[in-house]
Structure formats: C-alpha cells, structure tokens
C-alpha cells in the first residue's frame, strides 16, 4: 500500500533556481559575519574550555577580540536572552 | 571533525574559497578538493586517511584492470576472477576492522567453550592461553569511521563497472574524489558512481547557479534536528532508559522508546541533510537519503523512505543477484531474509544487530505473503475507508519499526529483553518521577513533525525567498543558526550513523 506522500528528490519540472558565484559567496561571508558577532562570546567561552595548549592558545586568541567587540556593542545579548529563557530550561 | 563545530566552519569556508578560486585550473582543483577531504578525514586518524587513499589506488586500479580486459576481449572468466579479488579484499578490510572482535568474542570463543570443557582441562587450559593472547589484540582494533560507508561505495564502483553499467572513471584523481569526498565521507549519503564520478570528472563551473538558498534551508533544518531534537531526546528519554531500564515504569519505556525512533531519524536525516547541502554550496549533487519514513503504511514503503541510498544499494548489489522476486515465493522469503541479515550485520558487530536484521527480514517476508493472499480475496479499501486504511497502517507500522528499533539500540541481548519485560509488565509509573511532560511529548511530535521537510518539501514552500538580497538571506540564517545553538545543549554529540 503506497500513500500519498510525494517522493524525494529533487522537484519535478524546472531545476531549482540557484545564485550566481558571486550572490552565493556574498551570501555566506555575511552568514559567517553575522553568525560570529552574534555567537562570539559563547564561541570564547567554548574555546576557553579546552585542554591547555597551543591549540587551546590559538582558539582563544583568535576568539578573543570578536568576543570583546560582541560584549561591548551587546551583539551577544540575543543569545544570552535565548539560553536563558528557553535553552536553560529545555537542557538543565 | 564534527558537521557542527567551529572547526568544521573554518575548514568549510577555506574549502568553499579554494575551490571556486580554482574553478579554472581543473587538475589542481581535484587535487585540492582530494586534500581538503583527506585532511578532514585525517584530522581523526592520518594512518585511515592513508589507507582510505590506498582503497581508492587499488579500486580504481582493479576497475581499470577489468576495463582494459573488456576492451582486449578477454574472456569473463578473468574479469570475474578479478572482481571476485577486489570485493574479497574490500569485503576483508570491512571484516577486519569491524567484524574480528565479533567473530573471537562473541562467536568462536563461547561455542568453543563447552566443546573444551568436555574434552578436559588440557583443552580448557589452551583456551584460556588462547583467549589471554588474543583479547588484547582485538581490543587494539580500532574501527576507522565511515569504513563500512565508503567500502560499500567502492564495491558499487567495482560491480558496476564490471557489469558495464559505468565506465571507470577517467582518472584515479577522479575517483578517489568520488570515494573520499568529506560532506558524505564518514555517514553517507552512499552516492553511487554513476551519480557522483562525472560531477568528479567535469567539476562544477562558475557560472552555474549555486543553490544555495536549498543548500541553506538543508543546512540550518540539519542543524535543528540534531542540535535541539535529536540530541534533547536522546539525553532526557532514550540514553537513561536504555541504560537502566529496571527501574522505569512501562508508560517511561514506551516513550523512550518513541524517543530513540525520532532521535535516530533526526540524527541520521540531520547528517544527510547537512552533507547534501554542504555538496550543493559546492556545485555538487546528491540524491534524497529520506522521504518522511514514518509516513509508510508498510515495511516494504518503510524501506523505500528510510536510508534510501542503503536499501537500494542492498537491493541492487545483494537482493536482486540472489534472484530478488524472479525465483518464486519461498526464494523471494529467503533473499529478502539473507538481505537484511546482512544489512542488519552491517550496522554492527552485534548479535542485536542480526536480530535486528532478522525481525526485518521476516516481517518483510510475511507482509509480502500476507498482502499479496489479501490482494487476492478481498477488494483493497476504497472511499472514505482508504484513508482510514492508511492512518491505521502508518500506526502499526511505526510501533513495528519501534520493536525492532528496542532490538538496534539495545546494545546486548540482555537490555533489550530487560526493556521488553519492563514493556509486557507494564509497571505504572509514579507522578513526580515519570519521564513523560509536555516537553518530551512536545519533542517527540516537533521530531515527527520534521518529516515534512524530506524531499525538498520545506525548500518547495520557501522559495519566496528566492528573490531576497544574497547578504540578508545569508544574516537571515545566521540568525536562525543562533537561535538554534542556543535551544540546543552545551558541546557536540556525535551522530549516530558515525559508530557504523
């Protein structure tokens, strides 16, 4: 007996449209911008955690001016506001 | 390396950056692309990276071979013999790593024990010198991740180049691409050759469209069901129970149970997702590995939905060269059980995997026979009673997969009878101390629910943004990305599908 759900793949007719090289790359280094404002302290705070030594040493040098920017301008506060409201609760 | 880590990240956009600026200098593109997934796949073990890169030399060196035999007219005898040495020395290197441990401990040792201890204790004495010296041996064996993936991709190269289904590929830089190629390298999508060595050969051009907004969608929709679902019910539900399942009532082991259904089908759709979006930000093509499996009303539509790129695989490489359907019923009954022995053998060395295997083998077996005697005396439902027909099939056929899904996780025989004792006794369970909430059932319908994103379901109802800036579509996902690293728990838990 087969139901009605359609079957996978990619959707009959005209291949998806897609964006160009340069659309795509735009795209990406602004996910990766935006991504690490926003998760900069957290991403830290991770790579502070790590086993000392000199990949632990590099992490957190790297980690550490874009958490400070994110802290001073506040860009972390979204995703401090979202752990501690529904992260917390739903992990602890 | 980890799909969702920092690490994983750094690597993707270096990767990203390299390989579109190399879009005019072919050769060192497929030099760099082969690099990039060596250097992913060594960043766990170099010794398996090499040995990854040795497979991929004798392959394509032995698919060659066969080839060049055809073309000088050679009979088929050599080129069978030379096919029947390439799948022995895949076939070897799987055993080796996967199924040695097995074979001592759990096969030969315990059936030679009472044929010893009756012989005497000389016997029982070499056997216990016997154990001492292979014991430390085996439990120096470590399994390399993703091995029983990629041999299965280098046995569908080998047998369809040998059936003369695909040529080989042009070059051995080709197809090492195709067999290392990190997005699907450790936990699949099983890409066969035909589908993934021409991409590999011509490469993807600049001025092709980049999905990317599907590749997104994937991505980010991965990311929710691992980082927040999978991994939420795996924690709270499935691991406390499955550990110790003595001690929960039986409502708390059902709904464990549930759980493990939905956490391994987000898990394992999770990593699919996230590979195949991960290859289309790179111009490169998979094909669906899941189409909401819980939506079948029977195990044999089960199968169609469920890791689609294995049950086809075992359909067209052991299934169908034993016979399939063509040698009548009852060889039809012992194929599909020998197929999904087999399948079930390669998930683990375990005898709840075989089990595992069997319980599919012969449900598949009777739902055939039984379907087709129904097909024969009563009419199939139709009107309003057909989609009654297909809830209620759904229903049942999701709590069989639930059975045998007690048998896979169970670990050993003995948790997965102590959880189905705690099951059949049904032991009520006390208020402040159930595991059933509103968040465990909230979990389990949202893990469900994500069903409706398989093929492409959730990209066909988000095109509209399509037409949206690259930058904001990009700051968009970030967004969601955020949102999600926050629902989801401290740390990385690794997928499922990473351990087979």
């Known amino acids: ?92 | 390396m980890l799909f969702p880590t920092t690490v994983f990240a750094v690597f993707f956009f270096l990767v990203f950056h390299g390989h579109w600026a190399l879009a005019g200098h072919p050769r060192a593109r497929k030099a760099f692309l082969l690099a990039a997934s060596l250097f992913f796949y060594g960043f766990w073990s170099w010794k398996f990276a090499l040995m990854l890169l040795g497979s991929a030399l004798v392959n394509h060196a032995a698919a060659r071979r066969m080839d060049g035999l055809d073309r000088a007219g050679a009979p088929e005898a050599s080129r069978r013999r030379l096919l029947g040495g390439i799948v022995a020395l895949n076939l070897g290197l799987l055993g080796f790593f996967k199924y040695t441990g097995f074979l001592f401990a759990d096969v030969l040792f315990p059936l030679l024990r009472p044929v010893c201890a009756a012989m005497g204790s000389d016997a029982v004495w070499t056997l216990v010198r016997a154990q001492e010296e292979i014991y430390p041996w085996i439990s120096r064996i470590v399994l390399p991740v993703g091995i029983s993936f990629f041999t299965f991709q280098a046995l569908s190269y080998v047998v369809d180049v040998y059936r003369r289904r695909t040529p080989p590929a042009r070059s051995w830089l080709d197809f090492a691409n195709y067999l290392a190629f990190f997005p699907q390298l450790v936990a699949g999508p099983i890409v066969r050759a035909a589908n993934l060595v021409p991409q590999m050969e011509q490469m993807p051009e600049r001025g092709q469209p980049l999905e990317a907004q599907r590749a997104m969608i994937l991505i980010l929709g991965g990311l929710f069901k691992k980082t927040v679902v999978a991994n939420w019910l795996a924690s709270r539900l499935a691991d406390p129970v499955f550990a110790w399942p003595e001690i929960y009532s039986g409502p708390d082991i059902l709904l464990a149970v549930y759980a493990y259904a939905v956490q391994i089908y987000c898990d394992f759709s999770a990593y699919s997702d996230i590979a195949i979006g991960t290859a289309l930000l790179l111009g490169f093509r998979f094909p669906a590995n899941f189409n909401a499996p819980y939506a079948a009303a029977t195990l044999q539509e089960f199968w169609r939905r469920w890791h689609i790129s294995l049950s086809s695989w075992l359909r067209d490489y052991l299934y169908i060269p034993l016979g399939g359907s063509r040698r009548g019923e009852g060889r039809t009954y012992v194929n599909l059980l020998v197929t999904f022995l087999l399948g079930g053998l390669w998930h683990g060395a375990a005898w709840t995997f075989l089990l595992w295997g069997a319980f599919h083998g012969l449900y598949l077996a009777l739902e055939r026979g039984v379907l087709g005697w129904l097909g024969r005396v009563v009419r199939p439902p139709g009107g309003a009673f057909r989609p009654l027909a297909v809830w209620l099939g759904r229903i049942w056929i999701f709590h069989v997969v639930c059975f045998s899904w007690i048998l896979f996780r169970g670990g050993n025989l003995e948790t997965a009878g102590a959880l189905l004792r705690g099951l059949a006794a049904w032991r009520g369970t006390v208020p402040d101390v159930t595991l059933w909430s509103g968040t465990a059932a909230a979990m389990v319908v949202i893990g469900l629910a994500t069903q409706l994103w398989d093929g492409d379901r959730l990209w066909t109802g988000a095109r509209w943004i399509v037409s949206r800036p690259a930058w904001a579509l990009g700051a968009a996902g970030a967004l969601v990305c955020t949102v999600i690293l926050a629902l989801g728990p401290e740390g990385v838990a690794p997928f499922i599908y990473f351990q087979f």
Do not use: C
């Open chain 1, 1 to 92: 007996m087969k139901t009605k759900l359609k079957s996978a793949g990619h959707p009959a007719g005209a291949p998806p449209p897609g964006l160009s090289l340069g659309r795509a790359w735009r795209g990406l280094l602004a996910f990766y911008l935006v991504a690490l404002a926003l998760n900069a302290v957290s991403l830290h705070r991770n790579n502070e955690q790590m086993p000392y030594g000199p990949l632990r040493s590099f992490w957190v040098a790297v980690s550490a001016p874009a958490a400070r920017i994110a802290a001073a301008t506040g860009l972390d506060r979204p995703r401090e506001f979202l752990t501690r409201t529904i992260g917390d609760s739903l992990n602890r």
